[in-house]
């Protein structure tokens, strides 16, 4: 994380005598990156974070992906996805993973159970709805338009709260998700030409200290090769005890609605967009603004072959232009493969022409790896969207 934080009771030097009220000592722990060379952060626990009675095998039922083939464009309708009695980890549909991540969707309106994620960094975008995320950095509120990092291995469960389902993107990394680094000074700070900075950011501000005994907590993580295992640990006391922590890693919010765009007076490219990176992908905003302002200027993006990533969209609101009348609607996902040319429907280069600004918001996934389509991509696939550009609509 870029900037150093302090939350709750931490004694004045690192790994010395910090005693509870009884005069036991607190147990540090410290939870850091790339061994104890990157970022890090130390918490105080008034229990032994260690203190495990079980460890059982897990078997969810994730179901092996499918290469994209034959190879063609898809579009992927998320609402038609039943999410009745889903919580935001078990809950989560896999669409859409390679070597580097796992894009999923969930529709939650029950709490889910505390859970660890040892693979590696997750974003988590709120399309809609809102929840409490309680984690062992303490609690955060999350709602629409909000991005949630969670780093790796951090111990966490999500509450939705509210009438309205907490609709959800997923992206799991096998990696870190931080902001691009070239917004970044070499210490750290966020530079004067990023669309965001440390001002748009929230993390937990209190401590968050639960009882419990015999605590479950699900952990996924590595197995043989490319293999994923879930362990389900009981932990002798709530894992939730945390009287305070400080370091540079810790779970984070950043609004979509907080992005400042970046803009020209000819159609500017999507890393203007981009919002984070990670191991071999990056995530973009496409948010509300002004476009183009020379006078002979086309809106619109012009059609283009990433040669090297697949383009996942993700339609959050708003009336997307550039593929008005493909049967886009709010919930979409369109995969573009890095095999295909795509571009704008037919017809709105010209209909964008003389537009001041787009009221547009989506997320954007970028792949350096081709994209496999995992048992739920299928269940809500719009089969006709792959001949929009030659026969219009969709059915």
């Known amino acids: 994380m870029p900037f150093y934080q302090q939350v709750g009771e931490i004694p004045p030097k690192r790994h010395t005598q910090f ?10 722990e410290l939870m850091g990156q790339e061994g104890f060379s990157s970022d890090s952060s130390l918490l105080y626990h008034r229990y032994r974070p260690t203190a495990i009675s079980s460890s059982e095998v897990v078997n969810p039922d994730d179901g092996a992906p499918s290469p994209n083939h034959p190879l063609k464009p898809r579009h992927l309708r998320t609402h038609k996805l039943n999410g009745t009695g889903n919580d935001a980890i078990f809950g989560r549909q896999p669409l859409l993973s390679n070597a ?6 969930a529709n939650a309106t029950v709490t889910s159970p505390l859970y660890r994620n040892s693979l590696g960094d997750e974003c988590i975008y709120v399309e809609s709805g809102s929840a409490t995320v309680q984690t062992s950095f303490g609690e955060i509120d999350i709602s629409g338009g909000d991005y949630l990092i969670i780093p790796m291995a951090t111990i ?11 609709r959800t993107l997923v992206v799991e990394s096998t990696g870190h998700i931080t902001p691009p680094k070239r917004y970044l000074s ?11 900075c440390e001002r748009d950011l929230r993390a937990p501000t209190s401590p968050l200290q639960l009882e419990g005994d015999n605590v479950d907590v699900y952990v996924q993580h590595k197995g043989r090769g490319s ?13 939730f005890d945390v009287v305070g922590w400080d370091g540079c890693l810790y779970p984070w919010v950043f609004s979509i609605h907080d992005f400042e765009p970046i803009t020209g007076r000819i159609h500017q490219p999507p890393p203007v967009h981009q919002t984070f990176q990670g191991p071999n992908f990056v995530i973009c905003s496409f948010v509300p603004r002004k476009v183009d302002y020379h006078p002979d200027s086309i809106p619109v993006p012009y059609n283009h072959h990433n040669v090297d990533s697949d383009e996942v969209m993700f339609y959050t609101g708003g009336d997307y232009e550039a593929r008005k009348g493909s049967g886009i609607e709010q919930g979409s996902i369109s995969v573009h493969p ?3 040319t795509h571009g704008p429907q037919p017809g709105a280069p010209e209909r964008a022409i003389g537009a001041e600004s787009f009221d547009e918001l989506a997320v954007m996934i970028d792949t350096f790896r081709p994209l496999e389509l ?22």
């Open 100 to 105: 580097d991540c796992r894009i999923s969707y």
């Open 19 to 28: 005693r509870q009220p009884d005069g036991t000592l607190y147990h540090e």
């Open 227 to 239: 293999q994923t295992l879930w362990t389900r640990f009981t932990y002798d006391k709530h894992p």
């Open 338 to 340: 890095s095999g295909f």
């Open 374 to 395: 995992c048992g739920a991509a299928f269940d809500c696939e719009d089969t006709g969207y792959a001949w929009t550009w030659k026969y219009g609509e969709s059915e």
């Open 156 to 166: 966490y469960r999500v509450i939705p709260t509210g009438d309205d389902p907490l």
């Open 186 to 196: 070499v210490r750290g700070q966020f530079l004067e030409h990023s669309p965001y």
